[in-house]
């Protein structure tokens, strides 16, 4: 899938020579998700906090004290099997999935960014053979200069 998006990046990076800037893999990210994607990403990165936990832990005993007060009244009494059915089921049915697609997006944008990674070093490599062909060029041209000449401009510049 990141395929796609590669050449959005390559063309981004010819127009504005950007080199290796990771917020242009970013925004290129960014702009392939959907309005699924970015509700799965949102709710995924709020689960995925201790305030989450503590708001589990305040709905569960705020539930057990107003049954608990009930007393005969309550809709759930004691051992609270409502509570634990409901909470098993919502992160069962619904967060486990959810927190897969957020796996998923996450991995595609590290494929993106491992891509826009190859292509820079795609780039350095061929940079530096030409940098290593030149330098094999100049010490050609060098040695077969007559090594008094050599030794005359070095004196020159001294």
Same mark, same amino acid.
């Given at each position: /899938? %990141?395929? &796609?998006?590669?050449?959005?990046?390559?063309?981004?990076?010819?127009?504005?020579? *950007?080199?290796?800037?990771? !917020?242009? *893999?970013?925004?290129? +990210? +960014?702009? #392939?998700?959907?309005?699924?994607?970015?509700?799965?990403?949102?709710? !995924?990165?709020?689960?995925?906090?201790?305030?989450?936990?503590?708001?589990?832990?305040?709905? /569960?005993?705020?539930?057990?004290?107003?049954?608990?007060?009930?007393?005969?009244?309550?809709?759930?009494?004691?051992?609270?099997?409502?509570?634990?059915?409901?909470?098993?089921?919502? /992160?069962? !049915?619904?967060? /486990? %999935?959810?927190?897969?697609?957020?796996?998923?997006?996450?991995?595609? +944008?590290?494929?993106?960014?491992?891509? $826009?990674? +190859?292509?820079?070093?795609?780039?350095?490599?061929?940079?530096?053979?030409?940098?290593?062909? !030149?330098? &094999?060029?100049?010490?050609?041209? #060098?040695?077969?200069? %007559?090594?008094?000449?050599?030794?005359? =401009? $070095? =004196?020159?510049?001294?």
């Amino acid at each position: /899938m %990141p395929h &796609k998006h590669l050449d959005l990046l390559r063309h981004r990076r010819e127009i504005f020579g *950007v080199a290796n800037n990771r !917020s242009w *893999v970013n925004q290129v +990210h +960014h702009d #392939s998700l959907s309005l699924n994607d970015k509700i799965a990403r949102f709710i !995924s990165r709020r689960v995925g906090t201790m305030w989450f936990c503590y708001g589990l832990a305040a709905i /569960m005993f705020i539930w057990g004290i107003i049954n608990i007060l009930l007393g005969k009244r309550a809709f759930d009494a004691y051992p609270f099997s409502f509570l634990f059915f409901c909470l098993g089921g919502i /992160m069962q !049915s619904l967060l /486990m %999935p959810l927190i897969m697609v957020a796996q998923n997006l996450d991995t595609r +944008h590290a494929e993106l960014r491992a891509e $826009s990674d +190859h292509l820079i070093n795609q780039e350095n490599v061929a940079r530096l053979e030409r940098i290593e062909q !030149s330098i &094999k060029t100049l010490i050609e041209q #060098s040695q077969k200069q %007559p090594r008094k000449r050599v030794k005359a =401009e $070095s =004196e020159g510049i001294a």
